[in-house]
């Protein structure tokens, strides 16, 4: 699809709408103890839309090198889903930083082919529910993360880099673009060439990552109140 074409920007409207919603929804729910309806409607709304639209792929154009749900956007929902429905720390710290950052930066540069094949809203459904739990569950509900939750973040997300590479070999595929850039242009490209800027993006999202935990342990500080996510 064609980077900031109509088809980009519609769903990038819908983004920045649903984002206002949810920051509103989430400060009105603050003082919740548990998860709200909306919330647990939201966890289930994501594999209810997700899993279908996934498996009419597969049955329809299953591709064994892009098709498999090993890309970090499909761990990013299935963290977001159960971050809604439980609060807790580990799947809420996962959804703030793969939410944030790594599939915002999807949305921005998206790599996908357009509409309207279902590959399309596959994607825009999957990447656009992901930020909005993120930006719900962070702004709205206040659920920050903790310098514990931010290592734990890294740390799987190592594991993850590492199995993916494994896999990629194995496959000669190139989920998580480990093994070269994506052709439409990312991010990536402005950090020098294989194996180069797979260090700098590592480097990169743990900085990013520390900063975003640095800034809202002091946004918790600054407002004297913080909901801290429940714990087992």
């Known amino acids: 699809m064609q980077a900031y074409g109509l088809t980009h920007l519609v769903p990038l409207s819908l983004l920045t709408a649903g984002i206002v919603a949810v920051v509103w929804l989430g400060r009105r729910q603050r003082r919740d103890e548990n998860p709200s309806r909306f919330s ?3 966890a289930l ?10 498996a009419h792929e597969w049955v329809t154009d299953f591709d064994l090198f892009i098709d498999l749900p090993i890309h970090l956007c499909d ?7 159960v971050a809604l429905w439980t609060h807790r720390p580990y799947p809420t710290a996962l959804t703030c930083f793969w939410g944030l950052t790594l599939t915002t930066q999807g949305v921005l540069t998206p790599d996908v082919r357009d509409f309207p094949e279902v590959s399309y809203i596959t994607f825009w459904a999957m990447h656009l529910m992901v930020v909005l739990a993120a930006v719900y569950l962070v702004f709205g509900l206040k659920l920050l993360p903790r310098w514990r939750d931010y290592g734990w973040g890294v740390a799987t997300t190592a594991v993850w880099a590492a199995v993916a590479y494994v896999l990629n070999l194995i496959l000669d595929a190139n989920y998580g673009y480990l093994r070269y850039k994506p052709a439409s242009g990312s991010l990536l490209d402005v ?12 480097l990169l999202i743990a900085g990013i990552w520390a900063l975003i935990t640095l800034g809202l342990r002091r946004w918790a500080r600054q407002e004297g109140s913080t909901r801290t996510p429940v714990r087992s």
């Open 40 to 42: 647990r409607a939201f």
């Open 75 to 81: 761990l990013a929902w299935m963290a977001a889903a």
């Open 45 to 54: 709304a994501i594999p209810l839309t997700t899993i279908p639209l996934q």
């Open 191 to 202: 950090l020098g060439p294989w194996p180069v800027y797979i260090l700098n993006e590592i």
